[in-house]
C-alpha cells in the first residue's frame, strides 16, 4: 500500500481525503529526501516558541499587582526555557536537531543569538574542544586553577566565553534590546526579572549541572576518558534540572543522542549494570 493511500484510510477515525493527503506527503517525502528529523525540529521549534510566547507575556505582567509565588513561578519558566535555548544550540553543534547540518547551523546560529548574543562559531569549536580535551588544558570549560572552587571555576567560565569581541557584542546587543523595550514602554521591573536574570540564572543552571558536577574532580578520580560522571537523579527531575544534562556521561559516550534521549539511555546502562552483578 502506498503512502498516499495508507494517509487517505485515517485520519482521526475517519477517511481522509486525497486532497489533504496529497498535501501531507509531498512535505514528509521532502523531509526524508533532505534526512531531516521531524522530531527534532518539533522539539527545536516548540522550545523556541515557548520562550518567545512566555517573554512576549510576561513582558505585560503588572508586577505590582501580581502575587510573588507567581513572579517567582514566571522567572523560573523563563529561567528554564532560555536554558532551552543553549541546550537547542547545543544540539545543533551536535548535529542532532535535524540530521542535516545546514538546517541544525542555521537553528543553532539562532537560538545562539537569542540566548545571549552568542557567535554560534566560536560556541562550537570551544565546544568540540571540550569533548576532545575534557578537563585539560585543552578544554576551555574546564578551571586548571581552581577546580574545587565552583565561584572561581563560574567567573574563569564565563570570563573565557565573554572575552574581547564576544562582550562588546553582548553589551550592544542587550542595549539595544532593553532601550527598545522600554520605548515600547515596557515596565523596567519587568525587563529585569523576565528578560535579564533569567540569563543569569540560566548560566548558572548550566554550569552547575552541565559542567560543575559532572566535571568536576573527586578523590576516586574518573572512569574513562571522557572525565564525566552522570548526576543520578530520576528523568524528571533530571529533565527539569537541566533538560538532562545531569546525564553527563551518556552525553559524551554519545553525542549524536538528543538531549530527550539521554534518559532512556541512561536506564538501559543502569539495567544492564544491574543484571552483571546479579
Request: aromatic share 12%; proline share 0%.
Given at each position: 500500500m502506498s503512502c498516499l493511500n495508507y494517509f487517505s484510510k485515517f485520519h482521526h477515525g475517519k477517511h481522509l481525503s486525497f486532497s489533504m493527503a496529497e498535501k501531507i506527503i509531498p512535505c514528509i517525502e521532502r523531509c526524508k529526501s533532505l534526512n531531516i528529523s521531524l522530531s527534532g525540529l518539533a522539539v527545536a521549534v516548540f522550545i523556541i516558541f515557548s520562550w518567545g510566547a512566555t517573554l512576549a507575556v510576561s513582558l505585560k505582567i503588572d508586577v505590582s499587582h501580581t502575587s510573588v509565588v507567581l513572579v517567582g513561578f514566571t522567572v523560573l519558566l523563563r529561567t528554564f526555557l532560555h536554558t532551552g535555548l543553549f541546550v537547542t544550540a547545543h544540539e545543533a553543534i551536535h548535529g542532532v536537531i535535524t540530521r542535516n547540518r545546514s538546517i541544525d547551523d542555521v537553528i543553532g546560529s539562532v537560538t545562539a543569538i537569542l540566548y545571549a548574543f552568542l557567535l554560534y562559531q566560536?560556541?562550537?569549536k570551544n565546544h568540540r574542544l571540550h569533548h576532545r580535551f575534557p578537563t585539560s588544558e585543552g578544554d576551555p570549560d574546564f578551571c586548571q586553577d581552581n577546580p574545587q572552587n565552583p565561584f572561581l571555576w563560574y567567573v574563569s567560565f564565563m570570563r573565557r566565553y565573554q572575552d574581547g569581541k564576544q562582550f562588546s557584542i553582548l553589551f550592544w546587543g542587550m542595549t539595544v534590546v532593553f532601550w527598545g523595550l522600554m520605548l515600547l514602554h515596557v515596565p523596567t521591573e519587568n525587563l529585569i526579572l523576565f528578560l535579564v536574570l533569567p540569563i543569569f540564572l540560566s548560566s548558572l543552571q548550566l554550569f552547575w549541572f552541565g559542567i560543575y558536577l559532572p566535571h568536576r574532580p573527586l578523590s576516586?578520580?574518573?572512569?574513562?576518558r571522557h572525565c564525566a560522571r552522570s548526576i543520578p537523579y530520576p528523568p524528571f527531575w533530571s529533565l527539569l534540572s537541566c533538560y538532562n544534562f545531569g546525564y553527563h556521561w551518556e552525553h559524551h559516550q554519545y553525542p549524536n543522542l538528543a538531549w530527550y534521549q539521554l534518559a532512556s539511555v541512561?536506564?538501559?546502562?543502569?539495567?544492564?549494570?544491574l543484571r552483571e552483578v546479579r
Open positions: 566560536k560556541l562550537a576516586q578520580g574518573y572512569r574513562d541512561r536506564a538501559e546502562n543502569t539495567n544492564s549494570f
